[in-house]
Structure formats: C-alpha cells, structure tokens
C-alpha cells in the first residue's frame, strides 16, 4: 500500500462536495472514517494526530451503534495468548496513557471540559472524564474442574505478560465481601479496567477534532467513486461526494455493507447480547467478577444461547449483569427468560443480590468475524480501503491499538505489532458465505423497566 506522508498544510486540490448540513468545507480528504463508534473515533483521533485530513462520516451519531450498547470493560483476564491477547496489552497502555493525559488537562479538545471538572468537587483533577478506571477484575470458579482450567489459562497468561494472581476464596472474598462462600478459588487481574464507551469516543473525537478532523452526521455512505485502475477516489453520501485517498471501514455492523459497497466480501455478523441494570445500590461490588464459563463462552463457536455470569457495579450505584450470548441475525426481541438466566446466575455469585429490583435491560449486536479476530488492514483487491471492524465483544478495549495500527498502515510506519492475524483476505474470511441480515434493528435500550 502506498504510505500517506504528513500532511503539510496544504489542503488537497478535490472537487467542492456539494453540501452535508453545516458542513461544507469546499475540499476533500487524504482519509474518511466510515464509523463514529469507539473503533472510528480511535482510528480518526489516531490519523488526524499523525496530520492528516480526516473525515469521519455516520449515518447516524457519535456512539449509537454497539459502542452504546456495551459495558465498556477493557479486559485482559477474558483472552487467550495469541493476537488478540497482544493487541489487548498494547490497547490497555494506550488507554491508560489517555486517561493520565486527561486527568493532567493536556488532551487538545477537551481543556473546558477539564477547566470543568476542576471546579466539580465530585469529580477533581485527577478524573479522566471517561470514568476509566482500572477496578481488576475477579475470575471465579465454584468447582474443582473449573478451578484447574482457570489456573491453566492463567498461568499462560502470566507468559504472555498478563498480572493473573491465583486467590483462594478468602482471598476472592477479601476482595469482593459480598461473594458466596460456595467457592472453590479464582483468580485476579489487577489490569482490567473500565471505561464508559460513548463518552471516551466522544472524547477521542474531540481530540480529533482538535487536529483538524472534521465530523458528519446523519449523512450514510452509499458508495465509493474508483479510478481506471480500480483505486477508491471518492466516498459516496446522499448528500453528495468526498474526495479521498483512503477509507477505513469502521462501520461495526454496518461494515459487512459498506465492504459490499466496494465489492468486497467482509463476513461481519451479530451476536446478540444482553445486560441487565438494577436500581442504584450502596457500595457492594469493587471490581468486575465473572465466572470461569465465561471465557469459554467469548471463544465459542455454538450459535445457541449462552449465559455466563458477569457482574460490576458503576459510578452511579447500578450494577450491570450480563452477559448473553447469541447468533440470531438482528432479531430485535428482548427475550425476559435470557435476563432472568442471568439474574439467577448473579444471585448465585452474590447472594445479596437476591431481592434487587432490576430497572431495566440493554440489548446490543457484537459484530463478529467468522475466527473471532478483528479485521484491521487494508483491502487486498480495493486500492485505498482499509477495515477495522468485527471486534466483538471487545471493541472497546481495542479500540485504541486498533487506531495506532491503522495510523501506522497509512502512513507506512512499521505496525506496532504483527498486524498479519488481523488482515482482511485471510483465509477464514474468505471461506465464509453469509447470509445477508434480515431485520434492521438499532442497538440500545431494549425496554425493559
Ligand atoms: C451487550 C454488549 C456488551 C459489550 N461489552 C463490551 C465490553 O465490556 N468491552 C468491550 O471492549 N466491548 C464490549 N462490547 C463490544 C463493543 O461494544 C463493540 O465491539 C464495539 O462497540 C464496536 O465498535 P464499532 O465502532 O466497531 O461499531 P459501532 O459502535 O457499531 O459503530 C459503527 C458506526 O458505523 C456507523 N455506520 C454503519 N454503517 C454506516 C454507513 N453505511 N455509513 C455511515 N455510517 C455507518 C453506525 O451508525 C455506527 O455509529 C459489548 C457489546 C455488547 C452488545
């Protein structure tokens, strides 16, 4: 692929894009993000950082795909040694070195909101203004087999650079008091971290901003305008043309359609999942916990129902249950008997749970590749298209490596980490005839009260 250099100021010479709201800067691009959800915002925050003019287009806001759906965890504990797992680590330094530039004020974009929080005696100079926080997380398991699978994949973690500390139960219950006693051990993980996600892509798109980035709303990408050879000139929206060199595909659910667009076949496909909310409650979670299935659940291949136990408590009191998982194209319904799965899963693992009122329930599409793996690089058959989608459940924590991989792409820096496991063309993309989703169905809120 040929490299973008820095920009040096001088704006390209593209033909005038006729109109986009307020929007009408009378030039093209060197690169449009398709996507302002977490992973288009950091791959925009990361392009307009390295100079160069960058364009984010969504068809409808900032956040309002599974980004808004999601928990925000940026887990480490939940992965296998492997790509994924490498992409993790480097991800989570990124993350936290955002949320130490955010605390200090020296994120451009964001100083009123810094200023802000200064003068707010529930938040102070130290608050990132993303609620990143690394709380660890606690693996549990209440059986003996389970245990041994646990301490088995911890113990290829720590090899693989990850902090996984085996704990007995009075350890697990020394740190989370209100666990059941029916426990045969687990294991911490003192590097997982929370963020909340629509904020922190509000956030990186405020920084991008601040560089130059420019962003469209309410405006979809309906196609791209090629050359002779074939190379992407231009993106396509209802409200007119954006000349470009390069797109990156960051369309989440979306990106299996805009691949199509340029003739490409991106086999992104839903996993439904759902959350469950309950009414603020005093102090009774720390950390995250799940249990020892849910690993196991994450890498599944099973198209059927799965439920494994997830539980964490939010700045605001609520504690958010989760996590389902299921291959039901964009079925829409809010299923009551998955939330009261979960619910009794919960109250296994924290007995003081029995009697909260649940308020309400989240449902949500992980967008998912056929091996699991994102798809970040660029198109092997479309010169200048670049995807960086099908993350998952994990679309959060990856969220900034996933930028800096894409900002090294364009501007032919050599990737911080082998980016081969995750390029579009590979052989488990190819194999993989879907079938085109029937139902379109938002992310968000499923009305549960
Ligand atoms: C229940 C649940 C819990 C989760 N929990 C976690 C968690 O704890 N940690 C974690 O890391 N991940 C979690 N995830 C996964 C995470 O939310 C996703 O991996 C991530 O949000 C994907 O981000 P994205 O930017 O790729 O997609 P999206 O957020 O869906 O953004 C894609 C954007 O592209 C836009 N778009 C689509 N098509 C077009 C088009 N043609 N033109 C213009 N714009 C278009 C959409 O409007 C959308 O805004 C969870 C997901 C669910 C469902």
Not at 235 to 257: D, F, H, K, Q, S
Not at 292 to 312: I, K
Request: aromatic letters at 4%; a positive charge; hydrophobic letters at 40%.
């Amino acid at each position: 692929m040929r490299p973008l250099k820095r920009s040096t100021g001088a704006r390209s010479s593209f033909p005038v894009p006729s109109h986009f709201g307020g929007w009408a800067p009378g030039r093209g691009a060197d690169v449009v993000v398709v996507g302002a959800g977490i992973i288009g915002a950091a791959c925009a925050d990361e392009l307009a950082a390295a100079g160069l003019d960058t364009v984010v287009v969504d068809r409808t806001g900032i956040g309002a795909g599974t980004t808004g759906a999601g928990e925000g965890n940026i887990l480490v504990s939940d992965k296998e040694p492997g790509p994924e797992l490498a992409l993790a680590l480097l991800s989570r330094a990124l993350w936290q070195r955002f949320g130490a530039e955010l605390a200090a004020g020296s994120v451009p974009g964001t100083e009123s909101l810094h200023r802000r929080r200064l003068g707010d005696p529930s938040t102070g100079p130290g608050d990132s203004g993303i609620a990143l926080e690394a709380k660890g997380g606690l693996v549990v398991a209440t059986g003996a087999d389970g245990l041994a699978g646990l301490h088995q994949l911890a113990a290829s973690q720590r090899a693989a650079g990850v902090v996984a500390e085996p704990v007995g139960p009075d350890r697990a219950r020394a740190l989370e008091p209100q666990l059941t006693p029916d426990l045969a051990g687990g294991v911490h993980y003192p590097q997982d971290m929370q963020v909340q996600p629509v904020l922190a892509a509000a956030t990186l798109l405020r920084r991008a901003r601040a560089n130059g980035a420019r962003l469209v709303t309410g405006r979809p990408v309906t196609g791209f305008g090629r050359d002779r050879t074939g190379r992407i000139t231009s993106v396509r929206t209802p409200a007119g043309a954006i000349a470009t060199r390069y797109v990156v595909n960051a369309a989440g659910l979306g990106a299996r359609e805009v691949a199509a667009l340029a003739g490409v076949h991106l086999p992104i496909q839903p996993r439904r999942g759902f959350i469950l909310v309950t009414e603020p409650l005093p102090p009774m979670i720390r950390g995250k916990v799940y249990d020892a299935a849910y690993v196991a659940d994450v890498a599944s291949d099973d198209r059927t129902l799965q439920t494994s136990t997830v539980v964490e408590a939010t700045d605001g009191g609520t504690i958010l249950i989760g996590a389902s998982r299921e291959r039901v194209g964009l079925d829409p319904a809010l299923r009551v008997d998955v939330l009261a799965r979960l619910a009794r899963q919960a109250i296994r693992l924290f007995p003081a749970l029995t009697g909260v009122r649940a308020i309400r329930a989240y449902r949500g599409f992980r967008p998912y590749s056929p091996d699991h793996l994102p798809v970040i690089g660029a198109d092997p058959d479309v010169a200048g298209l670049l995807h960086a989608a099908g993350h998952e459940g994990a679309g959060i924590g990856l969220a900034p490596a996933t930028g800096l991989l894409i900002r090294q792409m364009v501007t032919g820096v050599t990737p911080e980490l082998d980016p081969a496991p995750f390029r579009p063309g590979r052989p488990a993309l190819r194999r993989v005839a879907v079938p085109a989703p029937t139902r379109a169905a938002p992310n968000g809120p499923g009305g549960v009260r």
